[in-house]
């Protein structure tokens, strides 16, 4: 039997349950993230796409799937990846590529990289019959396409809402299922870096036919005094074939586990393939609320009982707090005023693309809190689960947004998926429905779309506002007309003073501000090299502001409830003000590994009260000693004084939200500045004049991993001179090795024109042979003669229909032959694969015969690459179905044969930019000791140990 990836569903739920049936047990929820098969088909060419679509009655008969969507298709020379996976990622730069998108070979330009195949296999026990089963995806972007066991499920057009599929119907209980997932990132959804592929986990959830609906739980709960009162509905669902009665059960859990509170609601009734809401309140004294400073979470346990007999369990967290938007007065959470200091995101990190672990999402949201952000906008497109729960977990602030406005069946499913599936986290604070409508923004129909969509996010959840981020308004209609939160993006596209004025009982949100450039560690135009200095200042169109300007006037507003900087991080594509050659935006306060700016640090200045100083620029400036050198400190202190080499160059008093500045004629050596509150000394920083680069140094956030795919480690690579000075202006490349059960899953350098590949992968083609011909032979020595044969006597093609009465009688053995072209590009390498045939075959190439080795559990052997075709011939004997059952289960001999052509993956280097660089490290999923080492031409190494614990 062919080895394959099987996920076994275990029936350790069956033992827990008592006398319920089999189809009745809790439900199961695992992540099915290892061990799919991934290929790159082809987005025109139905012949690179593995003869995808090509088999009569593929989309007209059920079971029908053809090529990789077929359950016998031979996957096995394919690649083996571990969700979530992003391959746009793994493809080279190209001139030719979407600027938006980040300059990758993906996309309209580049069929043969734009469409992805995933397979994976289930093995589903008897023992399930009669449960609902059911996948679930987080995200696919995009385009994406079901099939399991052959047969076409669904089709998902957008690549950021999660979808399920109930399999229950189409599975092989106790035998093989496969999951077929066709991915097509041809179509941009966004002007940003989207990626392609899997990007976020997928689940397999068992149930009893009698559960709770997916996203079926609601509570939400309101404080009063020294209690809440907690209100939850749960939608249960019936997926039998006849009515059943059930009763509810609900158990509260404060943070540390205690009961704190239980209701019991009496028996229901649910018709068959129906579903029912049922309500029920429960109150909770002394409440624990959630909040920036102490997000600690309740869980909601509830039981669906049949008979006294406990069919379903589900688990909901979420968070007691109070929200509320004023019109006058801003932003409160449990009544405290708080100003929201937020940025804007996409998903992408350098080095992943946008296939994020969940320790990423994390360590990005703690990278942004380190400089004082408190709320993040998804834009433009729902956060992904991970990220509200991290966002839960660690405090921050979530305006969670709509990809596209509109009340069409498909966008009205899409809104719905997320409000319900962000509903129950305390982060969400606010909805946004959509972002710079432009063809309705101004329009009556903005309006009623507006106020429509809102009205549909108020039915779901009717505890949270709503907005829509306008680029322009004081229309007579629109977008902002019909918001119940005004969303303003820009202040120099609006006037919001006279928009307050206009809507006094309207509250109102800065949604983008900024969009200012700045190239991190540079601090002087470069537009060769697509580098922009890092000072604060306008450097987008006429509409936007410098940071500085941005935020005073945001701070000196109570009305607004605050705003989010356009960006947080920097992201590929939107490479403006540059084409070719650059990848990334300039937007951020951060670069793409996360590095903070110097923009950075005038937020983390206005936006944080420990005493802080920030000094710019660099101290190295060899060749311009003499020369003024424009000297910036940002800081949260009374005033600064700033000193060269021990002298003073004077103190003088902050004004509060701006910056302090000077004119310094550069001589080498340090250059200092002190922060002083009342008068006292409470912050000082020094940048010094380096030497030349000595050696690599390393630093890790962490030492310690745990085993499994969540946890990363993220480690800063830098160049330090014989002081351990970390060179400013450094750009030697370094090379890395990891040993141990730890591997290298991405690397970055936040030069948004580097070229380099951020994450050395295999790329494997697929090809076909061609002009398959049968005979049937009596003896396999029989073949030696017809190897050679040219001539058409005797053969027949085995893949042409005929008529049973005229098909050829079954000889004892066969002999089938094709052409096959050996072409590659240089450096490229040849592997033919050998399906499952039969025991025995034997493969002639040219008539020698070949030698056989295993490969991913398939024959296979080398192949040296040539301009010219090669005749190849397989002999085996008849199988006891027949040739008949065999031809038509090979799909034109792709089952018989694969011929791999493999690009090898490059070596794991990078260069630091500006003098670091970042790896991101991931543990394989074994405990143990790991080493990462790095080396550079001339700096001497670094290692660095890691611990990588039981999970």
């Known amino acids: ?33 290892d061990g799919w098969r991934f290929a790159l088909g082809h987005a025109t060419a139905p012949a690179q796409d593995f003869d995808h679509g090509l088999r009569p009655f593929f989309f007209g008969k059920a079971g029908f799937g053809d090529g990789p969507a077929a359950a016998d298709f031979e996957d096995r020379p394919w690649r083996r990846v571990d969700l979530p996976h992003d391959w746009a990622v793994e493809l080279p730069f190209s001139e030719r590529g979407s600027s938006q998108h980040g300059m990758k070979a993906v996309g309209r330009g580049f069929p043969e990289n734009s469409v992805g195949w995933y397979r994976r296999e289930l093995d589903i026990p008897p023992a399930a019959r009669g449960r609902r089963i059911v996948l679930e995806f987080d995200g696919v972007f995009r385009d994406s396409v079901v099939w399991v066991n052959g047969h076409y499920l669904h089709h998902e057009a957008s690549g950021y809402s999660g979808f399920q599929v109930d399999i229950s119907d189409y599975l092989n209980f106790g035998g093989r299922n496969v999951v077929a997932v066709r991915v097509d990132a041809t179509t941009q959804e966004g002007w940003w870096y989207e990626g392609a592929g899997i990007y976020r986990h997928v689940w397999l959830t068992q149930t009893g036919p009698l559960h709770v609906a997916p996203l079926g739980s609601f509570v939400r709960a309101s404080v009063d005094s020294d209690r809440a009162d907690v209100a939850v509905d749960t939608t249960v ?99 405290q005023h708080v100003k929201l200091q937020g940025v804007n995101n996409h998903q992408d990190h350098a080095g992943l693309g946008v296939a994020l672990p969940d320790g990423m999402h994390e360590a990005r949201l703690r990278m942004l809190k380190a400089i004082g952000v408190n709320a993040i906008r998804s834009s433009h497109n729902p956060a992904t689960p991970e990220l509200l729960e991290a966002c839960d977990r660690l405090g921050i602030l979530v305006l969670d947004e709509h990809r596209m406005m509109g009340t069409a069946p498909q966008i009205r499913s899409e ?129 936007t502001a410098s940071i500085e300007e941005g935020w005073r006037f945001n701070a000196e507003r109570p009305f607004l409830a605050g705003m989010f900087v356009w960006t947080g991080f920097d992201y590929r594509g939107e490479t403006t003000p540059f084409g070719w050659p650059a990848i990334s935006s300039q937007f951020g306060m951060l670069d793409t590994t996360g590095a903070p700016k110097d923009s950075g640090y005038y937020l983390k200045a206005a936006w944080t009260a420990e005493p802080m100083v920030h000094l710019l620029p660099h101290w190295n400036w060899p060749g311009r000693e003499g020369q003024p050198i ?60 380096t030497g030349d680069g000595n050696a690599v140094g390393l630093s890790a956030d962490r030492a310690k991993l745990r085993a499994g795919g969540d946890d990363v480690a993220l480690v800063r690579v830098t160049v330090v001179d014989r002081e351990g000075r970390v060179v400013p202006t450094a750009g030697q490349r370094i090379a890395f090795e990891t040993t141990g059960p730890m591997r290298l899953i991405g690397m970055g350098n936040g030069d948004p024109g580097s070229h380099e590949a951020d994450k050395p992968t295999e790329l494997h083609r697929y090809a076909a042979a061609t002009g398959w011909r049968h005979r049937g032979i009596e003896r396999p020595e ?84 040539a301009d010219t075709e090669v005749t190849l011939s397989l002999v085996f004997p008849t199988p006891a179905g027949g040739t008949r059952a065999l031809f038509d289960a090979a799909q034109s001999g792709r089952r018989w044969a694969t011929l791999r052509i493999t690009t090898p993956a490059g070596p794991w280097q990078r260069s630091v930019f500006n003098g670091q660089a970042q790896l991101i490290l991931q543990s394989t999923g074994e405990a143990g000791r790991a080493t990462l080492r790095a080396i550079g031409d001339g700096l001497a190494p670094a290692e660095l140990a890691f611990d990588i614990t039981p999970p």
């Open 630 to 689: 424009d000297v910036r400190a940002y800081a949260n202190t009374d005033e600064v004084e700033l000193l060269l080499n021990g002298r003073s160059l004077g103190r003088q008093a902050l004004q509060r939200y701006g910056h302090l500045q000077w004119s310094v004629p550069y001589e080498p050596g340090n250059l200092t500045a002190r922060g002083y509150r009342s008068g006292q000394l409470v912050a000082t920083e020094t940048v010094a004049t």
């Open 237 to 335: 669902r019936n997926d039998g074939k006849a009515d059943e009665s059930f009763a509810l059960e609900h158990e509260l859990r404060d943070p540390a586990g205690r009961i704190v509170a239980r209701a019991s609601v009496p028996t229901r009734r649910v018709a068959a393939d129906a579903s029912l809401d049922v309500a029920a309140q429960l109150r909770v004294k002394s409440p624990q609320l959630w909040s920036l400073e102490t997000p600690q979470r309740y869980t909601l346990t509830t039981l669906v009982k049949r008979g006294g007999e406990v069919v379903d369990r589900v688990d909901t967290p979420f968070g007691i707090r109070t929200i509320r938007f004023d019109a006058n007065q801003g932003f409160f959470l449990n009544g």
């Open 1 to 33: 039997m062919r080895p394959s990836l099987l996920f076994p569903l275990t029936i350790a739920w069956l033992m827990a349950v008592g006398s319920a049936s089999a189809a009745d047990a809790p439900r199961q929820r695992s992540r099915i993230d």
């Open 415 to 543: 809104l719905e998926r997320m409000v319900r599936g962000g509903r129950n986290h305390p982060s969400v604070i606010l909805w946004s429905v959509g972002n710079e409508e432009w063809a309705i923004e101004n329009s009556e129909i903005g309006t009623r779309l507006t106020r429509e969509m809102q009205a549909i996010v108020r039915r779901l959840d009717p505890t949270r506002p709503a907005t829509q981020a306008a680029s322009s308004s004081g229309y007579a209609e629109g977008t902002s007309v019909g918001s119940q939160v005004i969303g303003f993006n820009y202040k120099g596209q609006h006037d919001i003073d006279a928009m307050h004025r206009r809507f006094p009982d309207r509250p109102m949100v800065v949604t983008e501000e900024g969009a200012t450039h700045a190239t991190r560690g540079a601090y002087a135009d470069d537009p060769a090299r697509v580098h922009i200095a890092a000072y604060d200042k306008r450097t987008g169109p006429p509409y």
């Open 782 to 865: 029989d073949a030696a003669a017809l190897l050679a044969d040219t001539s058409d006597a005797g053969w027949r093609d085995p893949f042409a229909w005929t008529p049973p009465e005229q098909q050829p009688a079954d000889r004892a053995w066969n002999l089938v032959q094709a052409r096959l072209s050996r072409h590659a590009p240089a450096g490229q390498r040849l592997m033919l694969f050998i399906g499952d045939v039969a025991l025995g075959t034997r493969v002639y190439l040219d008539g020698r015969e070949v030698k056989l080795r295993q490969e991913a559990g398939m024959a296979a052997f080398d192949l040296e690459p």
